[in-house]
């Protein structure tokens, strides 16, 4: 079992910058895919980067670039470093894990605000 944790969220200027944390605990965790997500409000939930247990990483592409994604493998801790950011990624950012066995996990999720 994996449990995770999102924090870092918050209101911030366009073209301002933020730091998202994921904590995770419970089972191993330098064998899960991270990944994080975002949801808009009315639009599905969508992926914004992601990283495997082998460092590789693929991003969406409106924010390749602009964003990058990092673990912590001694700290179980994946990170969302959030540059140049502009209003359109205002949303809920989600921390998602997948173990070897193809189990998914999801974190509550942290407000991302982009605005003047």
């Known amino acids: 079992q994996v449990q995770l944790v999102e924090s870092g969220g918050g209101l911030v200027q366009p073209g301002g910058s933020l730091r998202l944390s994921c904590a995770a605990s419970?089972?191993?965790?330098?064998?899960?895919?991270m990944a994080w997500y975002r949801q808009a409000p009315g639009k599905q939930r969508e992926l914004v980067a992601r990283i495997t247990s082998g460092g590789g990483t693929n991003f969406a592409g409106s924010v390749k670039g602009r964003f990058t994604i990092s673990r912590d493998n001694a700290k179980k801790a994946a990170y969302l470093q959030m540059d140049s950011l502009k209003p359109e990624d205002t949303g809920i950012y989600y921390c998602?894990?997948?173990?070897?066995?193809?189990?998914?996990?999801w974190g509550q999720g942290t407000q991302v605000t982009v605005s003047s």
């Open positions: 998602n894990a997948v173990d070897p066995w193809r189990r998914e996990y």
């Open positions: 419970g089972s191993i965790f330098n064998s899960n895919a």
